[in-house]
């Protein structure tokens, strides 16, 4: 699976350059560019990329505001500074940032770079899939998979019910849902999915929408009349 790469910086120049490395390592796919912060921001947050390569001084809010917006949004997005100002290195790294490279640089050094992503992200795609990794401010949780009977979004936090325990994310849904087995788990509403291997029983709420009552936990989920059919298909009912 390529990593998605998306770049922020006010010079066109610099992101016609960035775009062409990018476009030309294996491995990659170039998705998409923005010339300030806010909108680096609001673009990231529709294309959910893997990588930022994000400039510091930008029309706006500065690429070190922008980057800890962006990683609020998508805590596991990699951000790499690419800026002319060295002196922004220790508020760069402050935000996590998995690399900074000071303008003007070689090509082979984002190369090097690229190269480092990709690694790292294999490294945590071999992290058996059986595990869900739940990051939040108290820590990173590791879940077994098959113990999830539900993840469901309430206001901005995502909920990951167990039997045993529940756990809260800033992650959204979506997030959540690429890295759940699609063989063990069904979206059954926009804020709502289920393990199908815990449904016991679903009635009727209201004209077009269904309770799914689950398997060791008192939390039901609600599922709409067009994927009811479908989980009924997937049980074989």
């Known amino acids: 699976m390529k ?4 770049i922020a910086d006010d010079d066109a120049g610099m992101r016609l350059v960035l775009r062409n490395i990018i476009e030309s390592t294996e491995g990659m796919e170039f998705i998409g560019e923005a010339a300030d912060g806010e909108e680096a921001v609001r673009r990231c947050a529709d294309l ?6 994000i400039d510091v001084e930008m029309p706006g ?9 962006i990683t609020a949004i998508l805590p596991d997005c990699a951000l790499v500074f690419a800026t002319a100002h060295s002196e922004y290195m220790p508020d760069a790294f402050e935000v996590y940032a998995f690399d900074y490279l000071v ?6 050094r984002v190369r090097q770079t690229l190269r480092r992503l990709q690694k790292n992200r ?3 795609k071999a992290v058996p899939a059986r595990m869900l990794l739940i990051k939040n401010k108290n820590g990173i949780s590791f879940v077994p998979m098959k113990e999830i009977l539900l993840v469901y979004i309430e206001g901005k936090t995502t909920h990951i019910v167990t039997s045993g325990a529940s756990y809260v994310t800033s992650e959204s849904l979506n997030d959540i849902a690429r890295k759940l087995d699609e063989a063990l788990f069904f979206r059954c509403h926009r804020a709502y999915i289920i393990n199908v291997t815990a449904v016991s029983k ?17 939390k ?5 009349r067009e994927k009811l059919e479908k989980l009924q298909s997937i049980l074989g009912a």
Do not use: H
């Open 48 to 53: 959910k990329p893997d990588v930022v390569f």
């Open 3 to 6: 990593l998605r790469v998306f």
């Open 103 to 108: 303008k003007p640089f070689k090509t082979d």
């Open 61 to 69: 809010i500065t690429g070190v505001e922008a980057s800890k917006r």
């Open 202 to 218: 679903v009635y009727p709420y209201g004209r077009w929408t269904y309770l799914v009552k689950l398997k060791g936990t008192g």
């Open 122 to 124: 294999f490294k945590e």
């Open 220 to 224: 039901d989920a609600l599922i709409t």
